[in-house]
């Protein structure tokens, strides 16, 4: 029995080796980030990551740091910590990404494990793909984006800078441990540019480790439903208060709440409000952006109710589609309030164009101004078939090829 056993060892091996070598190898994609986990510093710099880049705030009470105190695999890990909410800032590391044609068509994921200490706001991740001619030349030139900009000859007003795809992920915990967070963005054609972020958005400290981009298979696009309001927590209830996006000047004073007070309905709305000082007049508001391929060629209407008080500029709705042949396409305007109006329903409608990308839904107002904006019970649905479009033309059916007859015989003589 026991000379039985080296033969019986030698045949499993043999059968292991065969299935080994008959079932394909899978590698694991690529990680597309230069230092992911934070280890490698700039040459002569005390602690900043080498690859990585932070926002310029200009602010004192914003910090970034790269440390050992707490990691969560290796030797480092990243944060950003904040210490006032005069203005609304979104400070963020950041690193940018060159691609091509490789990417179009398929997905990009990102991950980062994130600690949240002490936050009272919003953390976030955040993976933006852009058309961005002077971003690119300027990564290439190793050179800043003003005098990328110059030395290719566009302006500001003529850049042509074009957001693709966006995913922003929101953690509001005001204490967490280690926790992995993902976002998955499509890649439209033309895409050169992807930016990656982590941030803080509010006080307290944000901590990011081990993070990773990689291209992977699209998943399949589901199509839209009809009659079916799209928006996540249209009520402004706080069941998914970090569904929207928040977009505020970094203007003294400017702010986006919830208010249990005033409403339409519900426990809840959204109050905006700012001072009276800011350098240009800005669109501020609270937005949602959705994958544009499943709403392209559809009609959609956004609607909300909105109450003004004492408000010395316009608020209103708008939406905006990004395309690959107009750029950014916007909805036709719709009523506009200011001073003060009582609850009032509004809405407007649009045709998704066939090659939008991106459809954002928003509710804005103009800042700064001094009063109060409210929003409440919004919707984002799809009616039906785009009413004013030229469907995009079919591709040519390649010619049918057809047996050439067989030639006849000569006659018989």
């Known amino acids: 029995m026991s000379r039985s056993l080296p033969a019986l060892a030698f045949v499993l091996l ?32 005390a602690w900043m990551p080498a690859a990585w880049d932070t926002s310029d705030t200009g602010l004192e009470t914003v910090f970034f740091g790269r440390d050992t105190f707490l990691v969560h695999g290796g030797h480092y890990a990243v944060s950003v910590a904040n210490t006032s909410t005069l203005y609304p800032v979104w400070c963020n590391w950041s690193q940018t990404i060159l ?16 600690r949240s200490n002490g936050v009272q706001g919003k953390a976030y991740i955040l993976l ?23 030395k290719l000859e566009i302006t500001k007003l003529a850049d042509p800078l074009l957001d693709l795809g966006w995913r922003r992920v929101y953690f509001s915990e005001t204490e967490t441990d280690w926790v992995r967070r993902e ?17 803080l958005m509010g006080t307290g400290q944000a901590i990011f480790d081990d993070a990773s981009l990689t291209l992977e298979p699209a998943q399949a696009v589901t199509p839209a439903p009809l009659a079916t309001n799209l928006l996540a927590d249209p ?3 706080g069941a998914d ?19 249990t007070t005033t409403r339409h309905s519900g426990r809840s709305s959204i109050r905006l409000k700012s001072g009276d000082e800011g350098w240009i007049k800005a669109r501020a508001g609270v937005c949602q952006v959705f994958d544009g391929r499943p709403l392209q060629g559809k009609r959609m209407r956004l609607a909300g109710w909105v109450k003004t008080d004492s408000l010395k500029e316009l608020a209103y709705l708008k939406i905006y589609c990004n395309t690959l042949s107009q750029g950014m396409v916007a909805s036709d305007p719709g009523p506009t309030f ?6 009032t329903a509004t809405s407007l409608e649009m045709d998704v164009p066939y090659d939008a990308y991106e459809v954002w839904a928003w509710f804005a107002y103009n800042a700064p101004a001094k009063g109060l904006v409210y929003f409440d019970d919004t919707s984002l649905e799809v009616l039906g078939p785009a009413q004013s479009l030229r ?23």
């Not at 065969?18 to 280890?39: D, H, I, M």
């Not at 691609?99 to 994130?114: C, I, M, P």
């Not at 976002?183 to 941030?199: E, K, T």
């Not at 200011?338 to 609850?343: A, G, I, P, V």
């Open 14 to 45: 043999l059968a292991w080796s065969a299935a080994s070598s008959a079932a394909p190898a899978t590698r694991a994609p690529a990680n597309l980030l230069l230092n992911p986990g934070f280890e490698e510093p700039i040459k002569g710099h």
């Open 99 to 114: 691609v091509g044609r490789e990417a179009w068509g398929k997905d990009l994921v990102l991950s980062v494990w994130t």
């Open 128 to 150: 933006q793909a852009y058309r961005d001619t002077i971003g690119k030349m300027a990564k290439v030139w190793g050179i800043g984006r003003d005098a990328a900009g110059r």
């Open 183 to 199: 976002v998955r963005v499509f890649v439209p054609p033309s895409v050169n540019v992807v930016y990656v972020r982590f941030g």
């Open 235 to 237: 009520g402004f209830e």
């Open 241 to 259: 208060d970090n569904a929207w996006e928040v977009s505020l000047p970094p203007y003294g004073g400017q702010r986006a709440d919830l208010d």
């Open 338 to 343: 200011s001073m003060n109006t009582d609850w």
């Open 391 to 413: 469907p995009p033309p079919r591709a040519a059916a390649a010619p049918r090829r057809t047996a050439k007859p067989a030639p006849k015989p000569p006659p018989k003589r």
